[in-house]
């Protein structure tokens, strides 16, 4: 049974891809994961913010005139918020490669072209076998346009692809009003991979301290239904290798997003919940369907259930929509 697929260029045993988390923050979770039979492994994301910061901080204290206002380091997140800071981050980069043998790829979080896209370079150069740029951006200025949200995201895209050699997947959330042709536009400009979807962590609000509060939730599978909708709706649509993240728990979700035609599932929630043995669990299981039910091979079965493939492509459409609500009774 040949489990095997093709991501970002790199022949992987299997689809199975530990995403960006604190996970790998350390040489012993990294090793850890590759024992417990990770294909490949996606570090935790370094900011756009903490890149500005530092480059604001040399600036402050070696070019800038003695009456500048040092204050205004402080418009950033505090350096203590962050698992590791820029340099710390190539050194641990640096370390996770010389210390596994599976593919380590480096995570860049920002919005905006600048500066800061120098660290992927700089990534490249630690040893990463791949870049997976986080586009997050919160229009929250009434004037700023969807329009120039994508053209902003598609010409950092085409920066940091100037930058690399090594291939680039770009991390994307599901809120853009053309998402098929956006996906095509990262296409054309470049873009090796293309990760669905970000997962947002709004704030929640205590009514009696009056503040915005952090809150964490984990995944579970229901959030796997959104990823399988775009997937099967871009599968044959862009060469861009497909990853899908968010609601990969089981065996049957890496079935389904393969099935939508993504060449890689990666798994965080559902390893930080049950520790990386999870992964073995669940490589395990898919083998055991595959024979059940006479695949001997992920690639037969990729795209199988895609908008080009399956046989009701209205389902992806607005039928599904209209038969579920005009179904629905109370």
């Not at 098929?180 to 962590?201: H, I, P």
Request: glycine share 6%.
């Amino acid at each position: 049974m040949d489990l095997s697929t093709k991501y970002l260029g790199m022949m992987l045993p299997h689809p199975l891809v530990v995403g960006a988390s604190p996970l790998a923050d350390d040489l012993d979770g990294v090793k850890r994961l590759e024992d417990a039979g990770a294909a490949a492994i996606v570090l935790r994301s370094l900011f756009e913010e903490q890149i500005t910061r530092e480059q604001l901080s040399e600036y402050l204290n070696l070019d800038c005139p003695g009456e500048s206002f040092a204050e205004a380091t402080s418009y950033f997140p505090s350096p203590s918020a962050f698992a590791l800071g820029p340099v710390q981050y190539l050194e641990h980069l640096r370390r996770a490669k010389e210390a596994v043998r599976i593919p380590v790829m480096a995570s860049l979080n920002g919005s905006t072209p600048g500066g800061w896209i120098e660290y992927a370079r700089l990534m490249a150069q630690a040893g990463a076998d791949a870049l997976e740029l986080n586009l997050y951006h919160i229009a929250t200025n009434p004037e700023t346009t969807s329009a120039d949200i994508e053209r902003q995201a598609i010409e950092t895209v085409r920066e940091v692809k100037q930058s690399v050699t090594i291939p680039v997947a770009v991390k994307l959330s599901p809120f853009y009003a053309a998402f098929a042709n956006l996906a095509r536009e990262f296409d054309r400009a470049g873009a090796d991979g293309l990760v669905l979807f970000n997962r947002f962590y709004q704030p929640d609000i205590d009514p009696e301290e009056l503040a915005a509060t952090r809150t964490l939730h984990l995944s579970d599978s229901s959030e796997l239904r959104l990823r399988l909708h775009w997937m099967a709706i871009l599968s044959g649509r862009v060469g861009a290798s497909l990853a899908v993240t968010g609601g990969v728990h089981t065996a049957l979700d890496v079935i389904k997003a393969t099935m939508a035609g993504a060449h890689v599932t990666q798994m965080v929630s559902a390893l930080l919940m049950h520790g990386p043995g999870h992964l073995r669990t669940v490589l395990n299981d898919v083998g055991a369907w595959m024979q059940e039910h006479e695949w001997d091979s992920l690639e037969k079965m990729r795209g199988n259930m895609s908008l080009f493939k399956v046989p009701d492509p209205d389902a992806y459409e607005r039928a599904n929509y209209m038969l579920m609500l005009q179904g629905w009774r109370a």
